[in-house]
C-alpha cells in the first residue's frame, strides 16, 4: 500500500515498479487504484488495475474502503495487492485504517502489511518527512519501507541526509526497508526516465520497442539498478497488501 499525504511526489510511479517487480519475480500480483484525482497507476494497460472510486458527492466516501478490505481480505496465499493512494485521500485511508483496526484484521487473517512512503528532496521534503513520521507512529504493527526520491532534488536539509534526520533517528530501527532510488544525469537518463513515464509503460515493454537503442540501453541500465535495489529491500513476503 503506497501512502504519502505529499502529492507529486511520485507514488504512482512505486506503485508501478512494485508491480513490475513482483511480476518479474513471477507473483500473483493484482493492483488497485484509489486516488480520486488522477488514476495514474490505472493508466498502464498492462497492469489490469482495477479503479476504485471513493468519492461521493466530490467527498471522500470512507465506507468505500471497505471493499478494499474485501479484496485484500479473499487473497489466496502468497498473492500480492499493490494499493496506490492519491494524496487527496491520505487522512481519509490512514483514518479509517485506524478506526477499523484494519491492519490488525488483515495480519489475524494471514496476510503481510507492508506500506510503502516516499521522501523527496527539494521543496516537499519536509511535507514527505512528515507524512512519513505519521505513518511511523500511528501503524507501529506494519511493516514500513521508504523510498527516497530523489528527482527533485537532493534528500538532505542543512546538511543533514535522511539518515541524519529525526524520524530515521526516531523510528529508523522499525523501518523494514529504506530504498535509496537512483539519482542519474537529467540531461540523458533523466529526460528517458521522463518520457518513459509520460508512455505509462513497463520497463519491459519499452526496453523491446522500436525507441532509439541507446535509449532502451539506458532505461534497461536504470531498470536492473532499480531491481537490484529492490532485491536487497527484501520485499518479497508473502501474502502482502
Not at 484484521?105 to 505519521?134: C, F, P, R, W, Y
Given at each position: 500500500?503506497?501512502?504519502?499525504?505529499?502529492?507529486?511526489?511520485?507514488?504512482s510511479?512505486?506503485?508501478?515498479?512494485l508491480?513490475?517487480?513482483?511480476?518479474?519475480?513471477?507473483?500473483?500480483?493484482?493492483?488497485?487504484?484509489?486516488?480520486?484525482?488522477?488514476?495514474?497507476?490505472?493508466?498502464?494497460?498492462?497492469?489490469?488495475?482495477?479503479?476504485?472510486?471513493?468519492?461521493?458527492?466530490?467527498?471522500?466516501?470512507?465506507?468505500?474502503?471497505?471493499s478494499l478490505?474485501?479484496t485484500?481480505?479473499?487473497?489466496?496465499?502468497d498473492?500480492?495487492?499493490?494499493?496506490d493512494?492519491?494524496?487527496?485521500?491520505?487522512?481519509?485511508?490512514?483514518?479509517?485504517?485506524?478506526?477499523?483496526?484494519?491492519?490488525?484484521?488483515?495480519?489475524?487473517?494471514?496476510?503481510?502489511v507492508?506500506?510503502h512512503?516516499?521522501?523527496?528532496g527539494?521543496?516537499?521534503?519536509?511535507?514527505?518527512?512528515?507524512?512519513?513520521?505519521?505513518l511511523?507512529?500511528y501503524?507501529?504493527e506494519?511493516?514500513?519501507?521508504?523510498?527516497?526520491?530523489?528527482?527533485?532534488?537532493?534528500?538532505?536539509?542543512?546538511?543533514?541526509?535522511?539518515?541524519?534526520?529525526?524520524?530515521?533517528?526516531?523510528?529508523?530501527?522499525?523501518?523494514?526497508?529504506?530504498?535509496?532510488?537512483?539519482?542519474?544525469?537529467?540531461?540523458?537518463?533523466?529526460?528517458?526516465?521522463?518520457?518513459?513515464?509520460?508512455?505509462?509503460?513497463?520497463?519491459?515493454?519499452a526496453?523491446?520497442?522500436?525507441q532509439?537503442?541507446?535509449?532502451?540501453?539506458?532505461?534497461?541500465k536504470?531498470?536492473?539498478?532499480?531491481?537490484?535495489?529492490?532485491?536487497?529491500?527484501?520485499?518479497?513476503?508473502?501474502?502482502a497488501?
Amino acid at each position: 500500500m503506497v501512502l504519502q499525504g505529499k502529492g507529486g511526489v511520485g507514488k504512482s510511479y512505486i506503485a508501478s515498479l512494485l508491480v513490475q517487480y513482483l511480476k518479474l519475480k513471477e507473483c500473483e500480483v493484482s493492483a488497485i487504484d484509489t486516488d480520486p484525482v488522477n488514476n495514474t497507476l490505472a493508466g498502464y494497460k498492462e497492469f489490469d488495475v482495477s479503479v476504485l472510486s471513493i468519492l461521493r458527492e466530490n467527498n471522500v466516501d470512507p465506507r468505500m474502503f471497505d471493499s478494499l478490505m474485501e479484496t485484500a481480505l479473499v487473497l489466496p496465499e502468497d498473492a500480492h495487492l499493490v494499493i496506490d493512494n492519491g494524496a487527496s485521500s491520505f487522512i481519509p485511508l490512514c483514518s479509517y485504517l485506524l478506526e477499523n483496526e484494519a491492519i490488525n484484521l488483515l495480519q489475524a487473517e494471514g496476510h503481510t502489511v507492508v506500506l510503502h512512503s516516499v521522501v523527496t528532496g527539494g521543496q516537499g521534503i519536509m511535507d514527505t518527512v512528515n507524512g512519513l513520521a505519521a505513518l511511523a507512529k500511528y501503524f507501529p504493527e506494519a511493516h514500513l519501507a521508504v523510498w527516497l526520491n530523489p528527482k527533485d532534488g537532493e534528500i538532505a536539509l542543512d546538511g543533514l541526509t535522511f539518515y541524519d534526520f529525526k524520524v530515521f533517528k526516531e523510528y529508523g530501527n522499525s523501518f523494514h526497508s529504506v530504498i535509496e532510488l537512483p539519482h542519474r544525469n537529467t540531461a540523458t537518463f533523466g529526460k528517458d526516465l521522463s518520457d518513459h513515464l509520460a508512455r505509462r509503460l513497463s520497463f519491459d515493454a519499452a526496453i523491446h520497442s522500436s525507441q532509439p537503442i541507446m535509449v532502451r540501453r539506458r532505461l534497461s541500465k536504470y531498470w536492473d539498478d532499480v531491481v537490484a535495489i529492490m532485491d536487497r529491500a527484501n520485499l518479497l513476503l508473502g501474502r502482502a497488501a
